[in-house]
């Protein structure tokens, strides 16, 4: 049997004193606590993969950030949806916009101020969505096609040549519809009920992507370029120049102007196809082009990369159309003073000098713009990226230098300084420079998993987290042991946390913490299900914690317990980074950007507690465990004790009431078990206290659904 286990509070704490006097804390400062977080207008940009013109609105469909809308042609965005994510492409039928996502189907009849889920007999991972006829066909990744002629509510399956395509995209021509799958492009005479690939034979053995016509040309996108056929010719033929070999992702037509997006940004053409030739400035050749759309006079575009371009002159020139749209995964957040860059998944770094009211792109390289890694000294800041390695600024991020001498391996996840030397991490082992990061050597003597994700350091030793545990170095990085004694397995650790108190490791299997400078862990929130940690922070006594499922939590004693921070967040939010700078504390939000909280707001120290029985430490209380946790009717509570003693079990809420007494008799050596029924009570978070051999322990929350 799994469980979960609750962590031991401090040693000699009695918990009603303490539980009572944080409660007063909480009270006192009731007027911070109802402070929300709020949103530091950006980064911007941000894995845009649709665009839809409705009459005099556009709207943007993002990977992880929902739907956007803008009412004046990109120069502003809002975002319109909470729960619709993963939009894969829109549809139009009269004022009704459809959007496909990896999760079904939605629609929309008042611009999304709501939205309603159109069930389809395979729900889930649906690429592509058209309509025809007032038909509504979708496209989807392994079930093939279905199709509804009643908004949704009821939909058939096409059972013809097409079942079990992967069908990446769909367009209508006089009267035939035209779907790309992996496997070529397949055509339907009959609004999609039957199938067949198309005759002569169209473009195999490359990835299909996209569809567009110009009169009686058909136009396809591939992994491997741009094909086109007439209606009368026998058979395919490939593009010249610019597009040959390339990987097209998008295609759209304009007039006599054909573009094309590619992972190098838009490629147009004016002579039907026969010669391409690159779209004109404003726009960064390493653009990745996923989606067109034509509003009035405005092409745009929108790149998996980060940003929205739009252009005026038919792709002479482009312009950023980005504001507002703070769909920008966040990978890691840095500052120094009140200066925040924050490093996201595709659209670079961006700097900020008024606490994210506004930001500026300081991109450290025109193609590489996955930045996992920020490191900030007084003189220099690093950053490190997904493809390219490390880069060096002297002058707060306004220009960059690659500094990858001596490394061997491009994808640098994390820096620390210890001891005057910087060090980083990759996914093949650690290196450390002794000069301002110019030149490094490896130090992964020891290393038996060189995937390193995150880096840490106290005054004697190095922190290397892994998919399957943590190393340790107390001789700057010449050799490096294994510590995962009481870690479970493949721990999967993604950040630390070091204070005075000893180091907090956060793990998706939970949170641990050690009080011997990483010799030992005990579980501090063990045993999440579903996702876990990834990102901490602290603030004088406050410690914060980052999770990807359960949104943000603060703790001001010291782990033992922890409270929610994500009030106006969201259900379930996902939280990618935080980090504390100046007089904030920033998080990076997924499909959100970056908020921030005054920590003016947050309740950041405990008075100091009275303490009552006999000694006690973490490795001295009585293991306990719950399971289930959460839960919602009842749970099992085990501990074992060492001695034959006296055990009281008590259970108070978060105002600090007791609600009832589980246990309280003597018990002999050994494990035992309790029964905690909760029907009645409401939900929340609920505290266990545990009296033995004169002392009080006091166990972090069960939570009641």
Known sequence: MLFKQLTQANANMNFLISLVMVIGTVISCANKVQAQWVSSNGPFGGAITALMPVGPLLYAGTQS???WLSSNNGVAWTKITSGVKHITGFAVRGTTLFAATDKGVFFTDDQGATWHYAYAPQPGNVLSITIVDSIVIVGTGNQGMF???????????????????RIRAMAF??????????????VSSDSGRNWKSHVPASPRYHEVTALSFMDSTIFV?????????NSSDEQWTDTDGELAHQDVRSLFVSGIHIFAGTTDGVRVSTDHGLHWMSAGKGMPSDSYVSAFALNDSYLFVGCSDGNVYRSGNNGTSWDRANSGLANTQVNVIAGLANVVYAGTDGAGVFRSVDHGYTWTSVNVNAWDNTILALEITDAVLFAGTYVGGIYKSTDAGRTWKNVNTGITNRTVTDFVIHRNE??????????KSSDDGETWSEVSNGLTNTTVSVLAADNNALFAGTSTGIFRSTNSGKNWTLSNKGLPLNAGVHAFLVTESGVFAASW????YSSNGGTSWSGVYSGLANGGFYSLSAHGGTLFAGSTTIGMLQSITNGNFWTPLSENLGDGASITTIAVIGSNLYAGVKGIGVVRRPLDDLITSVPELTTQGASSTFSEAPSLYSF??????????????????????????????KITTLLSEHREVGPHSV???????????????LQCGGGVHTYSPLVVR
């Not at 021509?173 to 397949?186: E, K, Q």
């Not at 910087?422 to 290196?431: C, D, E």
């Not at 946790?629 to 105002?655: G, K, R, Y």
């Not at 029964?675 to 206290?689: I, N």
């Open 65 to 67: 950030g929902g739907v």
């Open 422 to 431: 910087a060090y980083a991490s990759t996914y093949k082992g650690v290196f």
């Open 509 to 512: 299997r939970g949170m641990y």
């Open 147 to 165: 199709w509804s002629t009643d908004h949704g509510s009821v939909w058939s399956w096409t059972q013809s040549k097409i079942e079990s395509k």
């Open 221 to 229: 996108a591939s992994s491997k370029g741009v094909f086109r056929i």
């Open 628 to 657: 289930p946790n959460p839960f919602t009717d009842h749970t099992t509570i085990e501990f074992t004790l060492q001695h034959p003693e006296f055990v009281s079990i008590n259970i108070f809420n978060i105002a600090g009431e």
């Open 675 to 689: 029964q905690f029924d909760v029907r009645g009570l409401a939900g929340g978070t609920y505290y266990v206290q």
């Open 173 to 186: 021509n006089s009267r035939t519809l035209f779907a790309a799958t992996y496997d070529g492009v397949f």
